[in-house]
């Protein structure tokens, strides 16, 4: 008799506790997506702002939309400084957070090239917006990469294509000097295959000179460069590195107006202290950074005006509208994964990557996100992790950056066979096998 009280009793607590357990809400759905900064060391004046982008975006998608289809974005921002034992880590750390993470922008070449081997095994996605490895584009290899609009090669070619428009077609570059100063690390080596298929093909001489991390000490380059009298710089650099190059410009007698640098030199960050020493500048964006658009207003509306922006100064700067783009590529790589897999729940890093895959970002679906003025569309496929490398130049008047030249788009009948070629070596020295797209 009394063991068959116990017995009531225990089923009674069972009951008791299903009741409570069925009463209390069901934990709100979240998605977790990794922020791998670097606020320190010598590329921080481009980092600050970029990292407070990305993390600005995500505050705004939940603070307006509620997260992703009701589903909550969480992140976590982990300090690498640019070294990429350190982006190494965070991305080991990071991985397996939150049911796995949605995807890294490793905001570096190098930590990029260290996680790349790393994310088939993992199945994690690596998304590197404007950077990464250019060979990267061709998703039948790559499958796990996406350097979504547009990657080093497509920016070096554009840069040789707007040279060629001021000197009259790309015949008059024949015999012309074009120098590279780079900072000497896989970041800085990347543009270097496509300008010297381009030298090859145009007739033109590629002068190249590694500088030294972190770039502080430029005078030896910009002395050589004083005696080579090339016809155009471009400027592969990045934080302290930019300033530095551009007060030896000025120092040799170099003009402003004759430098090219890439979007990660072209930041207001860069030149502002410079003021008229950097007049004339020249830069590559992938966004038109001479717009504002509704996303700004939103942010302003939903986080700034409510004490919960990340960096008030950096709002509105090409730094920051970039990382802004790049958590908008992300969040959208989500939502399209919803779309399949199922709105309102979490995604899986591979049905994460399955969305990243078949982006669709139409200018009425940038329209609607608020970036319709700001950016060109989208569009990826199994082959094509890019979906698209639409970019401009921007010059410094001395106060601000203004657009000084149409849209442009690489040459695909030069850079798509670099691509294929060169992800074919990797496949090969990988001991992989390339899908069937």
């Not at 009674?12 to 998605?31: C, F, M, V």
């Not at 007739?203 to 500088?211: H, I, N, W």
Request: proline share 5%; aromatic share 8%; net charge neutral.
């Amino acid at each position: 008799m009394e063991m068959k009280q116990k017995l009531i009793r225990a089923a009674a607590a069972l009951a008791a506790t299903g009741a409570l357990g069925a009463a209390l809400p069901a934990l709100a759905a979240e998605q977790f997506i990794p922020l791998l900064a670097y606020r320190t060391g010598s590329f921080a004046p481009l980092g600050i702002p970029w990292a407070d982008g990305k993390m600005d975006y995500l505050k705004l998608v939940n603070a307006r939309d509620g997260g992703i289809n009701g589903v909550k974005i969480t992140y976590e921002e982990c300090e690498t400084a640019y070294a990429t034992d350190r982006g190494v880590e965070c991305y080991e750390r990071l991985k397996t957070r939150g049911g796995g993470a949605s995807g890294f922008d490793t905001q570096s070449t190098g930590i990029t090239f260290a996680v790349t081997d790393k994310a088939p095994l993992d199945k994690v996605p690596v998304v590197t917006p404007g950077y990464g490895l250019s060979q990267s584009a061709d998703g039948s290899v790559f499958e796990w990469n996406f350097p979504l609009g547009g990657t080093y090669w497509t920016a070096a070619d554009v840069m040789i294509q707007d040279i060629a428009r001021k000197e009259g077609g790309f015949d008059n570059l024949k015999g012309k000097k074009i120098a590279l100063v780079y900072h000497d690390s896989p970041y800085g080596k990347e543009p270097i295959p496509l300008l010297q298929a381009r030298a090859k093909k145009h007739g033109f001489e590629l002068l190249m000179y590694p500088v030294t991390a972190p770039g502080v000490e430029q005078k030896s380059t910009w002395l050589q460069i004083r005696q080579s009298r090339p016809a155009y710089v471009l400027l592969w650099s990045a934080g302290i590195m930019t300033p530095t190059a551009i007060r030896e410009a000025q120092a040799s007698g170099y003009p402003r107006d004759k430098m090219y640098a890439i979007w990660w030199a072209g930041s207001e960050g860069d030149v502002r202290d410079l003021g008229a020493v950097a007049k004339g500048y020249n830069a590559i964006t992938i966004h038109n950074s001479a717009s504002r658009d509704k996303v700004h207003e939103d942010l302003k509306t939903h986080v700034y005006d409510k004490g919960q922006g990340t960096g008030p100064s950096s709002v509105g700067t090409i730094a920051h509208t970039r990382g802004m783009i790049i958590s908008m590529l992300q969040v959208e790589g989500i939502r399209a994964a919803q779309e399949k897999f199922g709105k309102g729940k979490p995604m899986t890093p591979e049905q994460v990557r399955w969305g990243l895959e078949n982006l669709n970002l139409t200018q009425e679906r940038l329209n609607e996100l608020g970036f319709g003025e700001i950016m060109r569309p989208i569009q990826t496929s199994c082959r094509d992790h890019m979906g698209g490398d639409w970019a401009r130049i921007v010059q410094w008047d001395g106060a601000r950056f203004e657009v000084v030249s149409d849209w442009y788009q690489s040459d695909k009948e030069l850079i798509d066979p670099m691509v294929k070629e060169l992800a074919a070596r990797y496949a090969k020295e990988k001991g992989t096998t390339p899908r069937d797209c």
